[in-house]
């Protein structure tokens, strides 16, 4: 029989709805018995006992809020009820112990990636297109539709062909809405075969806006340059932006002094016409695909491997399936010497103590402290805060406050020691787990993820979202089955046979591992990647969580 409630950690004192649960309904769980005030939705949580106003709301363990007015026992926890709260957080020089998963199993394993001069190894190949300034994303626009369908990368050959039935049956004067869509049309094969797509970075910025914002976006750009996942760079500027070309290579240099990569600039400025700058970076990019078309793919211990750890349109059941089970394949990567990041500051809030506590030393803890102070202090200064995180389908569907929402969310993480913290665009060089400072809104998360050096990302989601990233492959990972069946075009894991009790986390954690070697070695390609979804949105400090 299906289990009807879970209780995440001993301390708590709510029980977590696994399926809707009607008013009235009795509950026996580990001996004791409760019957629901409220309609529970699957998700949701209801109290285990009778509180007062001002009570502490405990869950995984941890303070994830207040009660606002007296509650009775079987009543559904909701945003009227409970407010957020979470408990203050200092250095105290705990001594962290960590118990490392078993990894003999893959003692011997290896993924087959793309080799680069400076020992990364990536686990695709990629040229990148970049400009300095908006000014250009005409132009890289331009490129784009020339290339992509020529060459193979294109994956809206449907949509098209369906436009041009509609436009014939408008031309004949036909009734359009019998006009059928093909889901399938025959796509030309790629051109390249070792080149796994041409990406654009095309963005908001580069001049405007402020001095500090074009030196962010520089060193955000030359981690995109210097990616594992990148083999080439083409270039455009138009010549007077405040980014130019020169901070560009300065920052892309100090990444790597012997950055080796075919690097091809194109200033408009100085171009005879906009006709010859855009035939000058086709011809010359497309001789640059050719000599990157003769790298190959060879084989890599998982070491090599960095991932990225990622959740958006979180549910309920977030910190129950696909977090947990994410962290213990976090854990497994860990124990085998690779690198694992985990990004998304205002989603810590609450379980900062927690952060400070498994930090290698005073150092690295005493840094995450700053940046999250900072951080929130900055979002104060503009009338909001961490604890405004939540969206309204975060809410809909249980996460009531910000600290519930961080505590299910610091899971993909799983449990091992914090070896570093990352400023943004800093590029993660520690083999273990690191935190990254980014907002927790998707796109930005991502993409700051990406520039820390992440060759993967593991991205769950509970309501469905079909965020990727143009240089990094990622995996969406859903939280239950009804999601995955119904988004099955941009989920490629379902964890809701965690939540059916039909796998325990250790077992689907293990599964997302063998899913990610796969990934790194191009015999898997994940739903974002088929959609060609390259989301790119850089971060204005202090403007959003």
């Not at 793309?114 to 890289?140: D, M, Q, S």
């Not at 989603?347 to 402290?369: H, N, W, Y």
């Not at 990254?436 to 991205?459: M, Q, W, Y």
């Amino acid at each position: 029989m299906k289990k009807l409630v879970i209780k995440i950690n001993n301390a708590d004192n709510v029980l977590v709805a696994l399926q809707d649960l009607p008013k009235d309904t009795k509950i026996v769980h580990e001996g004791n018995t409760y019957v629901t005030v409220d309609e529970i939705p699957a998700k949701h949580k209801f109290f285990m006992q009778d509180m007062k106003a001002g009570d502490e709301v405990m869950m995984y363990g941890v303070l994830v809020g207040k009660v606002q007015f007296d509650v009775k026992a079987g009543m559904r926890m909701n945003v009227e009820n409970t407010k957020h709260a979470a408990e203050p957080f200092a250095y105290r020089n705990v001594n962290y112990k960590w118990e490392a998963p078993d990894v003999s199993k893959y003692a011997n394993r290896s993924f087959n990636g793309y080799h680069r001069k400076n020992g990364a190894v990536g686990t695709a190949n990629y040229w990148l297109f970049i400009p300095t300034v908006f000014c250009e994303n005409r132009n890289l626009d331009i490129i784009k539709e020339s290339l992509y369908s020529e060459l193979g990368y294109a994956v809206d050959d449907k949509y098209k062909s369906y436009t041009h039935k509609l436009v014939q049956a408008f031309e004949k004067g036909e009734d359009i809405n019998h006009i059928s869509f093909e889901p399938k049309v025959d796509k030309a094969s790629r051109t390249f075969k070792n080149v796994d797509g041409i990406k654009f970075l095309t963005h908001n910025g580069g001049c405007g806006g402020t001095r500090q914002d074009a030196d962010t976006l520089s060193k955000l750009l030359a981690a995109y340059a210097h990616h594992p996942n990148v083999a080439g760079i083409t270039v455009l500027s138009l010549g007077c932006q405040h980014l130019q070309v020169e901070d560009f290579k300065r920052d892309l240099f100090a990444l790597d002094p012997d950055f080796d990569k075919p690097l091809l600039i194109f200033e408009q400025q100085k171009a005879q016409s906009e006709e010859q700058l855009i035939q000058n970076s086709i011809r010359s990019t497309f001789e640059g695909l050719m000599f990157i078309n003769k790298q190959e793919r060879a084989a890599a211990p998982l070491s090599k491997m960095c991932v990225g750890v990622k959740c958006g349109g979180s549910d309920g059941f977030s910190g129950i399936s696909a977090n947990p089970a994410v962290g213990y394949c976090a854990d497994l990567l860990v124990a085998l010497g690779a690198k694992v990041l985990l990004a998304e500051f205002p989603e810590l809030c609450g379980v900062e103590q927690e952060m400070i506590d498994r930090s290698v030393d005073q150092p690295t803890a005493e840094k995450f402290i700053r940046l999250m102070t900072e951080y929130d202090d900055l979002a104060h200064k503009v009338g909001s805060g961490f604890y405004m995180n939540p969206s309204p389908g975060n809410i809909k569907d249980g996460l009531i406050t910000d600290a519930i929402k961080s505590a299910g969310a610091a899971r993909k993480a799983g449990s091992a020691p914090i070896v570093d913290v990352l400023d943004y665009t800093e590029l993660a060089t520690k083999p273990g787990l690191s935190l990254v400072c980014t907002p927790g809104n998707d796109v930005e998360a991502t993409t700051g993820k990406a520039a820390a050096g992440a060759t993967l990302i593991l991205f769950t989601t509970g309501l469905g979202t079909p965020t990727g990233n143009p240089v990094c492959p990622t995996i969406k990972v859903a939280t239950n089955s009804i999601l995955a069946k119904r988004m099955s075009d941009i989920i490629d894991i379902d964890t809701g046979a965690v939540i059916n009790g039909e796998k325990t986390i250790n077992e689907m954690g293990e599964d997302i591992l063998e899913y990610c070697i796969k990934v790194a070695s191009g015999e898997e390609i994940p739903k974002a990647v088929q959609l060609n979804q390259d989301d790119f949105i850089p971060w204005k400090r202090g403007v959003s969580l």
